[in-house]
Nanobody
Framework: QVQLVESGGGLVQPGGSLRLSCAASGSIFSTSSMGWYRQAPGNLREWVAVITSGGYTNYADSVKGRFTISRDFAKSAVYLEMNSLRSEDTAVYYC?????????WGQGTQVTVSS
């Protein structure tokens, strides 16, 4: 059974930084590409970043150059380092496999960027 638990969100001022973590259990982690996704109020959930098992990364244009995804196989964890945060980054952030599986969604972690 796959379980994904996100953490690390919070309230941050524009221009600030946060580091999100995702702890993965089950068989998902060792071979899957993993992604971060986000959903802002009133919007559909959108893809943010992906990292393959081989370490290849890619990002949505809106976060390219500001966010960095990484993974730790020993800890079965995926991270999202977010810098130069903007108000439009405010959302609930989720991790999932890439492509996302509907039955893997966790509770997410709230990120609020506001002065």
């Amino acid at each position: 059974q796959v379980q994904l638990v996100e953490s690390g969100g919070g309230l941050v001022q524009p221009g600030g930084s946060l580091r999100l973590s995702c702890a993965a259990s089950g068989s998902i982690f060792s071979t899957s590409s993993m992604g971060w996704y986000r959903q802002a109020p009133g919007n559909l959930r959108e893809w943010v970043a992906v990292i393959t098992s081989g370490g290849y990364t890619n990002y949505a244009d809106s976060v390219k150059g500001r966010f960095t995804i990484s993974r730790d196989f020993a800890k079965s964890a995926v991270y999202l380092e977010m810098n130069s945060l903007r108000s439009e980054d405010t959302a609930v952030y989720y991790c999932n496999s890439y492509p996302a599986q509907s039955n893997y969604w966790g509770q997410g972690t709230q990120v609020t960027v506001s002065s």
